[in-house]
């Protein structure tokens, strides 16, 4: 059996995805969920609220509501990062950004603190 995800990645972008979840499989040791839409991530968060501690949004998503999911993430405590979406508007909400192009360095400093 797999170990549970540690990471959601919702993104429409199949290579941006995988290399993300390399990323934070190199850098944290985390294995990552990957989800192309919304209600699949959604039922992610909700059978994996114990193991998440990380989920990417992607920007093209953000166009569509994300409110019930960003809740679903909230109710277990994981760090929210947003795909390209403007640093100010992502901290309003309590999120993070992420700006395309991204590095693993960019990765690293958007997951800092958590």
Do not use: K, W, Y
Not at 30 to 59: H, K, P, Q
């Amino acid at each position: 059996m797999s170990p549970a995800p540690r990471a959601l990645i919702l993104s429409t972008n199949a290579l941006e995805a995988q290399d993300l979840a390399e990323m934070l499989e190199s850098f944290f040791g985390m294995t990552s969920a990957i989800c192309r839409s919304i209600d699949a991530a959604l039922d992610v968060a909700r059978a994996n609220r114990t193991s998440l501690e990380v989920a990417f949004l992607g920007a093209s998503i953000q166009a569509t509501d994300l409110s019930g999911l960003i809740g679903s993430l909230r109710d277990s405590q994981s760090t929210i990062v947003l795909i390209d979406a403007e640093p100010v508007s992502a901290q309003a909400q309590g999120l993070r950004s992420l700006l395309r192009p991204f590095s693993a360095e960019h990765v690293r400093e958007a997951l800092e603190n958590r």
